[in-house]
């Protein structure tokens, strides 16, 4: 139902200026596409082995993904690299899986209070890119990058525009020392308590793209009012 809900609202009325997907987990792939094929709303998943293939019982390989029709997929989430120990560089080879099997991945990255308490937002946020910009090499255009500060996801509190736009524009930074061209494209999703009343502010910032939506999108009218911000 909240699929169906996201699609007629996404239906009926004109939002020419913005997209949206909706990322699920795994076993919910076959019903996004069953439902959302054909249709303006894209989907995607929450995650992906950093291997192609192969006997890993268990894990889920970006073939599969592809399957069923993915058209992104998200890694490197902070709860991924909180609550299964990722590495940056695991994220970065399952940002290449994700690529190589012709989906585009969302590249998260993002610091914990005591790290922002500590002034390393900056390095954290710049090592965590930095080792997907390595492995992707001249692939950089097609990424997408979520900036999601731990402290914000669930939690209710954002990151002011300001505190966003500071670390959207030191990211857009380094995208732009890697390839000029693919960082002005590339677009920089802030994720963390975005909700209706807050999006807009949020989105009108210079280098905040979009919205990597939490627990806003588990309700189709907030979805389609962030939608509506972005739009
Ligand atoms: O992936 C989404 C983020 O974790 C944001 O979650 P949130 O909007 O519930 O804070």
Known sequence: ????????GVNAAAIPNAACAVC???PYLAQCQDVLAGGPVAWGAQDVSAQPGG???GEVAASMLADFACTYVIVGHSERRAYHGESSGLVAKKAVAVLDAGMT????VGETLAERDAGQTVAVVS???????DLVGERVANIVVAYEPVWAIGTGKTATPAMAQEVHAQLRAQLTAKNAVAAETVQIL???SMKPDN???LMAQPDIDGGLIGGAALKAAD????LHAAN
């Open 1 to 8: 139902s909240l699929l169906a809900g996201i699609v007629a």
């Open 127 to 133: 090592s965590q890119l930095g080792a997907v910009l």
């Open 223 to 226: 979805f389609l009012a962030i």
């Open 105 to 108: 991945p969302i590249v998260c």
């Open 199 to 201: 999006a807009l502010e």
């Open 24 to 26: 699920a987990p795994a």
């Open 55 to 57: 006997a890993y019982t």
């Open 190 to 192: 802030y994720g963390g």
